[in-house]
């Protein structure tokens, strides 16, 4: 460890003298925007009004294309590591799923969207991120590091991630990437992605995303207690595939996206597939400057968590295809100069449906289909005085199962010169979603109250540094627990934590440096599925303390070294025994290599990941009798990337 902190050092010095030289020509790629520019993008993600990163009513963080570019990011895995207070950790069976701010966060807690689509299964709420969405067509990512359920509803109750890819404007043209890892002893990844994209001279607007892929998730042996010596070599394959497509004309936007998700479990020694068809049509009507109207259809179908054994089909056969019909109208009005008003109404049914080997399954109600509906209306203003920005905003939802609940929101923001403060309270509401209902009829929703407090300061143009506090509160949280093989969700006592977030960014010609760190500890926390024995101050599976520094520099104006360094403070678990671990502090050390434009339209990217052979695993973040996920070994990366421009 201490040479690892030398060398970090080193790296540091290294970095911040080249930020000392003379500026250098800048890189070629359109999509490159300075530190000041970056602090002006408009960004919705918070609120439905637009404002700048300083104005904008939470704690949130933008990752711009350039940074994932540069950063050589195999998957939205590293790139969300990058974000203060975000971690992963093995839920079950191969799957990775997020924590925030040291809360297990997998099932219908985070909002994870594409595009507006919202990527979650219906059936659990989780999400399945290992190796899972390309990342290579990306304008940008909002994260929202805290609730934004007034909004966006109880799937957001701790997180907002906004993936916004390019529009056929900014695409302009066909771009393929191949990307080739190779790991010690198995291939890391595979894959070939394609996005295609024009504005057309009558106003259309078209793009095309797709991907195909395989990636291996370990290639290092693994002893389990339970199952013995597992090689992960040949026995964690994941294959992908994504097609994403988007149409504009004037207000009209349409949206489909088709996602397939295949996935070897070692525990099972078969695997899960994930399938989803998602589409979403919208029309913003603008009857004036001051007035608008946006209403939204969207359709959902799943085959989630989709497994066929003929040998066991009581323990392990899960055929039940979900669906969710959205409608949606949003209204913007602006009655004053200082005074911005959206008030909006959204209806959604969930319907779930048994097919197959299991299809005499009945679910609580007696039949084989089963619906759950969910209307909700909210009203948010925001007041520009003197003082201080004002955002007041309340949402109500009426569930079928369980009637009416209404969410406050409250926040004051202010920017003066150089400086920005923030503080924020917010209620959000997560209800049990189709299978915690069917395992578990008599479950209730959990309610999660957030307060934070941000203060800022643009150093200069090039340089701009925050440092947030938060608390958070659950009560009543579902909580998924496994004994004997039979899976179950109950409500427990209350679980929380509160800590805090640091960030430096700093931006010039020659590049871009960025460090951040987050602490947390936790509150009331009396969940025993979570607790850390040894340490009361800790959740399983996540660190107190999380480190990362990334780095870009410009050796000519087509060449940049790009070095990530994440480290992590200690981290515990328990196995497949149900024995507690420890597992030390770990050291993420990453270097990317860019070579823009080699020749015309041919990009090449080379790097290697895990430098120090820190062999990280994905720990259970509950106590459920699943031994820990061995990540990728030390991998060796190559991308290649052509893009053919249209002419204008």
């Known amino acids: 460890m201490k040479r690892v902190l030398l060398f970090m050092i080193f790296w540091l010095v290294t970095l911040v003298g080249a930020f000392a030289q003379i500026d250098t020509v800048a890189k070629l790629e359109d999509d490159v925007l300075s530190l000041e520019d970056l ?5 919705t993600v918070a609120s439905r009004n637009e404002q700048t990163l300083r104005e904008t009513p939470a704690v949130v963080t933008i990752i711009t294309g350039e940074e994932i570019r540069n950063s050589g990011a195999r998957d939205l895995i590293d790139v969300l590591r990058l974000v203060p207070g975000f971690d992963f950790a093995h839920d079950v069976d191969g799957v990775v799923g997020i924590g925030i701010r040291g809360i297990w966060a997998q099932e219908a807690k985070v909002l994870l969207q594409i595009d507006g689509i919202d990527m979650m299964e219906t059936s659990y709420g989780s999400l399945q991120l290992s190796g899972h969405y390309p990342i290579t067509n990306i304008e940008r990512i909002e994260i929202i590091r805290g609730p934004g359920s007034v909004i966006y509803g109880g799937n957001a109750s701790l997180a907002v991630i906004n993936i916004i890819t390019r529009d056929g404007k900014k695409t302009n043209g066909i771009a393929t990437n191949i990307t080739y890892g190779q790991m010690g002893k198995a291939p890391g990844r595979r894959s070939v992605s394609i996005s295609g994209g024009k504005e057309f001279s009558n106003g259309i607007n078209f793009k095309i995303n797709a991907m195909v892929g395989q990636v291996n998730q370990s290639d290092r042996m693994f002893t ?3 199952l013995g010596l597992v090689n992960y070599a040949d026995s964690s394959a994941i294959s992908p595939s994504h ?3 988007n149409i504009k004309y004037k ?6 996206i088709f996602d397939s998700y295949q996935l070897q479990s070692t525990l099972i ?7 989803s068809h998602m589409a979403n049509v919208k029309y913003n009507y603008k009857l004036s400057d001051k007035f608008s109207l946006i209403p939204r259809i969207a359709f959902k179908q799943q085959l989630p968590w989709f497994y066929t054994n003929t040998k066991d089909t009581a323990t392990y056969n899960y055929n039940i295809s979900t669906s969710r019909y959205t409608a949606a109208l949003q209204l913007n009005y602006k009655p004053l100069d200082k005074l911005e008003l959206t008030a909006g109404a959204e209806f959604f049914a969930d319907h779930a449906k048994v097919f197959g080997l299991n299809s005499d399954y009945r679910f609580g109600n007696g039949n084989n289909k089963i619906t759950y509906t969910n209307f909700s209306g909210y009203l948010q203003g925001q007041y520009t005085s003197k003082w201080a920005n004002i955002t007041a ?7 079928n199962r369980f009637g009416y609940v209404v969410l406050p929101r409250a926040a004051l923001t202010k920017v003066f010169g150089r400086f920005h403060a923030k503080l924020m309270y917010s209620w959000a509401y997560r209800a049990p979603v189709i299978s915690n209902l069917d395992v578990n009829p008599l479950i209730k ?5 957030v307060t934070e407090a941000e203060l800022g300061m643009q150093i200069t143009d090039k340089m701009f540094v925050t440092i947030n506090v938060f608390d958070n509160k659950v009560s009543n949280p579902i909580v998924f627990n496994q004994l004997n093989d039979i899976e179950n969700y109950v409500n427990d006592d209350r679980s929380g934590t509160r800590g805090g977030e640091f960030e430096f960014r700093v931006k010039n010609k020659v590049g871009y440096f960025t460090a951040n760190y987050s602490y947390y500890q936790t509150h009331k926390q009396r969940v025993d599925i979570y607790r850390v024995p040894v340490n009361p101050n800790l959740t399983l599976a996540f660190p107190a303390h999380k480190v990362t520094v990334t780095g870009s520099v410009n050796i000519t104006k087509k060449i940049s070294i790009n070095p990530v360094f994440v480290l992590y403070s200690e981290r515990y678990g328990y196995n497949s025994l149900e024995q507690l671990y420890r597992v030390k502090p770990t050291c993420l050390l990453s270097a ?7 020749l015309n339209g041919l990009s090449i990217g080379a790097g290697v990941f895990d430098i120090l052979g820190q062999n990280y695993q994905f720990i259970q973040a509950h106590r459920s009798f699943s031994d820990p996920l061995p990540g990728p070994s030390r991998e060796y990366m190559v991308r290649l990337r052509y893009k053919f421009s249209f002419n204008d």
């Open 39 to 43: 602090m002006k993008v408009k960004i």
């Open 445 to 449: 929703p959990e309610l999660v109250t």
């Open 251 to 256: 207000g009209l936007e349409a949206n489909y």
């Open 269 to 275: 020694n078969n695997q899960y597939l994930f399938r």
């Open 224 to 226: 389990s207690p339970t």
């Open 393 to 399: 905003g309340v949402r109500l939802d009426k569930h």
């Open 243 to 245: 097609i994403n497509t």
């Open 592 to 598: 990317y290599i860019n070579y823009e434009n080699v």
